[in-house]
C-alpha cells in the first residue's frame, strides 16, 4: 500500500466526520418542524388572526398638538437689582424660563390634577361630559387612588418634547374623541400660562414690597440730608470766606443729590412694580393651537398582526422542540429525566404537606 494514499484517505474520513454532527442537527430539526408542521402553522395563524380582529376592534384614537415658547418673568426695571446690590442684598432668579422647566411643568402632578379634574362638555359623537377620571373609568376605593391612577393613564396618553435651538415646547395628547383632545390640550396651555402669569404677578408683589420698604427709608435719609444742609446754611450766613465751611457745604449738597437721585430711582420702580402686579397679559406665546391640528392616529393592524405571527410561530417551534425532547426522554428514560420525575412528585409531596400542615382557617369573629 502506497503511503501516500494513506494520508488522503485519512484526510477525507475526517472532514466528513466533521460535517457529520451539523448535518445530523440540520435534518433532526428539519423533521421536527415537518412532524409538528400543523402547530407550527396553525399557532402563528391564529395569533395573528386573533391580534388583528382585537386591533380591529379597538377604538380609534385622535391626536391634538400644540406648541408654545415661554418667555420667563423679567425684572421690574433694570436698576432695581443694581439698587439692590448697593445695599449689600443679591437678588437672584431662578432659571424657570428654560423649555425643559416647561416640559417638566406639563407632567407635573399639579398640572395633571388640575386637567384631570376639570369637566369636559364634547356635544359631538361620541358625545361625553365628564372629568378625565370617568372618561379613563378608572374604578378606586378612594378619591386620591384613581387620580393618582388616571395620572398614570394621561402621561402615556400624552407626549412632550422640546427643541433647544428656538426654545419651543411641544405636546400632543390622545383620546378616542378629537374634542375632547383639543379641550386637554386648550386646558394644559391655560394651565401653563396661568402658572406663569401667577408667578410673575408673584414676583412683581415681592419686588414691590422690596421697593416700598427701601423707599421709606429712601425719604427718611432725604429728610435728614436736607435738614443737615437747611441747618448748615443758618448756621454759616457766609461760609464762602472759609475753605473748611466751603468743603463741608459741598459734602452736604452731595449727599442730598445723592439722596434725591436714590429717591427718584426707588419711586420709578415702585411705581411700575405696582403696575406689573396687577398686569394679566399672556406671559406665553403659543405658536400652534390645538384647534385645527386634531390627527386620526393608525391603529397600525398590519404591524401588529406580524409581529403576533412572528411572535407566534417562535412559541411554537419552542413548543415543538420541547414536546420532541419530553418524548425521547420518555422513551430513552435517561437519568435526568428520572430525576426530574422525582422532583417533580417531591415538590407535590412538600405542597400538599405545608397545605395540609395550615389546617382549616378560622374566621374572626368581633
Known sequence: MDNSEKPQGTSEMS???AWEPEQVWLWAFANILLRRRYLILALPLATGFFTGILSLQSPREYRASASFLPQDPMPVQGGLGQLASQFGIAVTRPGTGSSQFYADLLQSRGVLHDVLTTIYHVSASPRFEGDLIEYFEVRSDTRDHAILAAMDQLRSSMSVSTDRTTGVVSFDVSTTNPDLSTQVAGRFLE???DYNLGRRQSQARAEREFVEQRLALARTALSTAEDSLAGFYRR???YSD???LVAEEARLQRQVTLRQQLYLSLSQNFEAAKIEEVRNTPVITVVERPEGFVERQRRGTVRKTLVAVVVGGLFAVALALSEQYLSRARRERSADYQE???????IGVDLRRAFLRRGPSRSYKA
Open 340 to 346: 426530574f420525575l422525582t422532583l417533580r412528585h417531591q
Open 236 to 238: 454759616n450766613r457766609r
Open 191 to 193: 394651565l401653563v400660562n
Open 242 to 244: 472759609s475753605p473748611e
Open 15 to 17: 472532514g466528513q466526520n
